[in-house]
């Protein structure tokens, strides 16, 4: 069983913070911090595992994680089964953690740290297709990002978020904007333009 | 009141914050905006306003206000509200505040809500933080989604159920009748989560998993489509189709199959396909084999060369389990190959890993060594490669292991004293090669080994000893070895003064430990000479095959080399009869029969009136010494009996030097007072009186050996006895 999924930069700034055991809110940011020492200390050729902090569950939790750019990915996972068991589950996990970023990638189209802090809902939401109640829900990619789409897309007829009154909304897109580049090639410069969307 | 600030507004300002205390103040305020937007009832921006509390609250700002938020938006109709009410919920709520019962009823309606997604919200939350009751109320529901044939709500409807049986485990019983058909699905997601909910159930009553047990082959032939199934884009991960779900089903399998025959038959063949087919050069292939091995040990014996490979994969924790692994699979066939295999992966593996590693290599060793040379061999090679990593207590039982190997000391000796003569820096190695010098040195100069030439100069092997003393890479400990060693060596070579001079030197050594050996060993020399050669049959014997009783007579915690050292300091302080037992072969004088005369005894005022008097007449002379034995019982300690010997000497000539020293079986206490003098004048002229006081906590017979030394006419004259019938009312 999972028992926390934690996103957070190389600085331990919390990205995305789910868990799936009930933690009081200041051991929550404790445990942040802890897990964050424990990864940031370890080389990047060195194997993607360890043991949880003594905060979360000491020896009886494994923190599996990976490094992506500015990014951590933790997910902290019950060991309590056999040993042989375990390194399955670690495997998996990896491959989990690696599933849920390409996912990531996919929704957000090249997804980068500044589409995480701005669309926290968003991940959260696709994070809920991925892992629920502390086990994996789904692991096809194209079925996650498919579902995740529908939902923004009802989400989108309402207004959104934003509640904006539906009448400015439609008056922005009448208007005549000249489309935006997505990537601006200028000699062997590739500059990727952020998709932001209306909101 | 102006429009509350967006999200996306408030995280660029959080952003703009350059101190913790900027950012706090900020913070402050929003909160403040959103409090009172709250008290407003605002339904339009509500959500927005969660949303940013969310925020926030992620950065470790409290948020609990909000709470109540939440629940209003899960009960607004629009999707937007339901979605950010219920992730509020998952994240602010959780079973101890009272509030989330309030959530049932929504959750209850949102359950059979014509939205699939307004659906799947709702069995989210309640798979993540249902509490039992509302489990209880709602596991209906959850049941009737399970057997729907839409596939989003289905897995999600499993995994639902496995949160529900988690917190009421009386509920399972309800979901049995929608499994049914669980497996017949298509879809992978299903699939998936269908055998998570089994596996719950099954792990979770034993009833279940019988019941269970008939899906196997269902199970089995789902397993074989994945594999054979052509490339599939959908769900393959680094070239294998699903692993996710593989192992999902490879874990049902292990379950269903423990101690059960025809399901372990069904699914041996399949198990090999898997293994077969599954590369095993990444990770994904790895986390498949490892359940399979799990399941099936005679499938596992056909992987061992996979196995043996990922000894030398790159990824330190698939080493380790394959080191595990490898050792779990050695048995009497594969012995040498495997150990040829694991041998080389202890030259070349890390250093975290060479301590086990050892270890295992021992174990493996002992249960299915194919002949004694070969055992030997291992150990020695072990030894040799990774003799500092060896764990201490590889020492003693390394040791016992040669000693029991009568055939091979000869060997065993002259391979270690090669080692020796190569490397004295690997401790282990060092200490089990000087104890051996130590036992068999004799064999080692005598060439019984043919393979081997004999050393020709005894003094080579002093040598070495001795080198090993003076080293700067020996520890204590394997100082204390070689001086035992070279003691030992005292009764095998004939270089008794060379010896004598090593062991005196060290009678003034820094080190506390060798200090003492050495000056026992000196005693050894001098006082006890006669008793050097019956020491040597007890150190190899008696000791090490004592077993509990080492304890209590070990002070330095090296078990093995007790032999010598110990026994000389026990001798000395006389604590334990059984080791003079074990000594025997001195003469024994003649069991004595006494008497119980009346006679009035001395001195008193204590329990004397209810006793009486008792005495016991000692023996009949031996060479004209007699000893008579008075007895006491002593206030305030009834346990403690007070034995008063009195020596004298009907010879003519006197008796000096004169020495009585007693021993008392293991559940008694003695302690001997001084006596008044010794000399026993002749002629019965006078005699000397000392006192022994002898504690007898539980009341057993009383027995003594005493051992009376003396000069008699310029000779030392010596004499042990027994002295078994003291009367009953000494010591009850």
Known sequence: MIKAILIFNNHGKPRLIRFYQYFAEDLQQQIIRETFHLVSKRDDNVCNFLEGGSLIGGSDYKLIYRHYATLYFVFCVDSSESELGILDLIQVNIIQTHVFVETLDKCFENVCELDLIFHMDKVHYILQEVVMGGMVLETNMNEIVGQVELQNRMEKSEGGLSAAPARAVSAVKNMNLPEIPRNINIGDINIKVPSLSPF | MPAPIRLRELIRTIRTARTQAEEREMIQKECAAIRSSFREEDNTYRCRNVAKLLYMHMLGYPAHFGQLECLKLIASQKFTDKRIGYLGAMLLLDERQDVHLLMTNCIKNDLNHSTQYVQGLALCTLGCMGSSEMCRDLAGEVEKLLKTSN??????????????????????????PATKNLLSEKNHGVLHTSVVLLTEMCERSPDMLTHFRKLVPQLVRILKNLIMSGYSPEHDVSGISDPFLQVRILR???????????SSEAMNDILAQVATNTETSKNVGNAILFPLLQTDHNAVQRHRSTIVDCLKDLDVSIKRRAMELSFALVNGNNIRGMMKELLYFLDSCDPEFKADCASGVFLAAEKYAPSKRWHIDTIMRVLTTAGSYVRDDSVPNLIQLITNSVEMHAYTVQRLYKALLDDISQQPLVQVASWCIGEYGDLLVSGQCEEEEPIQVKDEVLDVLEGLLVSNLSTPVTRGYSLTAIMKLSTRFSSVNRIKKVVSIYGSSIDVELQQRAVEYNALFKKYDHMRYELRWCSTHSLLTGGRTRSHLNETGLVANLGLHSLTFMYLQLCANDLLDLLGGHDVGPVIQTALPTKPASAGGELLDLLGDLSLSGMPSMNGLKIEFTFERSNPNPNISVITIHASNTTEADMTDFVFQAAVPKTFQL??????????????????????????????????????????????????AEVNNFPPQSWQ
């Open chain 2, 252 to 262: 049902l399998l292990r379950i269903l199959g423990k101690s059960d025959d025809d």
């Open chain 2, 671 to 720: 302690q001997l007072l001084s006596p008044s003098s010794n000399v026993v004048p002749a002629l019965n002229q006078g005699n000397i009186t000392q006192v022994i006081r002898v504690l007898n906590p539980q009341k057993q017979q009383l027995r003594m050996r005493i051992k009376l030394t003396y000069t008699y006419k310029g000779a030392p004259v010596q004499d042990l």
């Open chain 2, 151 to 176: 596939s989003y709500l289905r897995k999600k409807a499993a995994l639902c159920a496995v949160h529900v049986i988690r917190k009421v485990p009386e509920l399972m019983e309800m979901f049995l």
